[in-house]
């Protein structure tokens, strides 16, 4: 009889032979693509159909927004994804050892050229920028004061108002 592996134990396998993501982290992926599945799928009116790499990146970005909101930086980066060429090497290692399937078309390179970490996890959580407000220009060369600018006898004046 042959054994066929659990999910969880060809993890283990992936896990022992590229450790750089952690096992959540292909959790996540695996429900980043049913959540991408199903936002496509209502979408196109229940059709389904093979998503590309890019669609998986952004399909993964709404996920991790909805699920972890202004954490989901620290999340994703804490099981070692910094970049969507990583969902991209998740998605691969799953192929390989058979959790997913591909096409023909597949390639690790659909993930390349995305969107940074930083401008889909973080700047969506960051206050608007305000723009500086513009300045009138402003003379800035003072004219020296004259001498009937000047009080004539300045402490005199101080201590007339000390007296009061």
Known sequence: MIHKQSYDEVLDTILAVDARFHRDAYHFVREG????????????????????????????RAHALEQYGPMALMVLNEWGLTRGEDFGEIVFNMV???????????????????????????????????????????????????ETDRPANPTNQSKASDKQ
Do not use: C, W
Request: proline letters at 11%; hydrophobic letters at 35%; charged letters at 25%.
């Open 96 to 146: 390989e050892h058979e959790l997913l399937a591909k096409t023909e078309e597949d390639t690790p390179t659909a993930f390349v050229g995305g969107y940074t970490f930083d401008e889909a996890f973080r700047q969506p959580f960051l206050p608007p920028a305000v723009p500086a407000p513009e300045l009138p220009e402003v003379n800035r060369t003072i004219p020296p004061a004259s």
């Open 33 to 60: 693509l049913d959540f991408t599945q199903q936002s496509i799928s209502k979408q196109e009116e229940g059709t389904v159909r093979h998503i590309s790499g890019q669609e998986l990146l952004g399909g993964m």
